[in-house]
């Protein structure tokens, strides 16, 4: 059974840390690109990160450039890390990971390209 499950949302003011972390199960995962993505209230599901399979290359959105990171372990299962800092209020979204099977994807910031999504996790960041 393929699994992506989210966890490390929640509620933090404005200048404060999360760090989201996403456990995928039921397939290869070490070898799926991984990706945050987010939706705000009535607001487009939008990019945020994406590591590639390797962990070699990180991609970024220019909203978040320089306050968060992503990474992976696959030591044991694929586990996807989102290290947020400096959260601002306009960051208060529902975050999703997905991961993309087809490692040849430049395309890392379409999630209509994404094979697998997980539930998503709210983050809150209050001013």
């Known amino acids: 059974q393929v699994q992506l499950v989210e966890s490390g949302g929640g509620l933090v003011q404005a200048g404060g840390s999360l760090r989201l972390a996403c456990v995928a199960s039921g397939r290869a995962f070490r070898f799926y690109n991984m990706a945050w993505f987010r939706q705000a209230p009535g607001k487009e599901r939008g990019f945020v990160a994406a590591v590639s399979w390797s962990g070699a290359t990180t991609y970024y959105a220019d909203s978040i450039k320089g306050r968060f990171t992503i990474s992976r372990d696959d030591a044991k299962t694929t586990v996807v890390y989102l290290q947020m800092n400096s959260l601002k209020p306009e960051d208060t979204a529902v975050y999703y990971c997905?991961?993309?099977?087809?490692?040849?994807?430049?395309?890392?910031?379409?999630?209509?390209?994404?094979?697998?999504w997980g539930q998503g996790t709210q983050v809150t960041v209050s001013s």
């Open positions: 997905a991961a993309d099977g087809d490692r040849s994807n430049s395309r890392y910031y379409e999630g209509s390209l994404y094979h697998y």
